[in-house]
């Protein structure tokens, strides 16, 4: 299958991978992927359980994504699944 490119700078090619989802299981909340995203595609999101509100991070406006994977970097629990865009 053909997926979407884009060009570095010195015109290497390369593939973006895009966020898909994010593990809220997995997430602690830490707000790490939240400030190193420039796109404004990430959100924290509070959930009631039985007796405690968690915070997690969740995917806002995943059309704003331009797969650069930093968020995904920066996640030490690994909750991020990327995928490049089909051409
Ligand atoms: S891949 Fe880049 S642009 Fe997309 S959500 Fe992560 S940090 Fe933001
Ligand atoms: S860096 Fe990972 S654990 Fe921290 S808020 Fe983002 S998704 Fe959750």
Redesign the pocket.
Known sequence: MAYITGLTKNKQEWTPQ??VSIDEEACIGCGRCFK??S?D??AFEELDEDDSAKMFMKVENAGN????????KTCSKKCFTFAPLAA
């Open positions: 895009f966020i190193v995203c796109h595609v990430l994504c331009i797969g650069c994977e930093a968020c995904g």
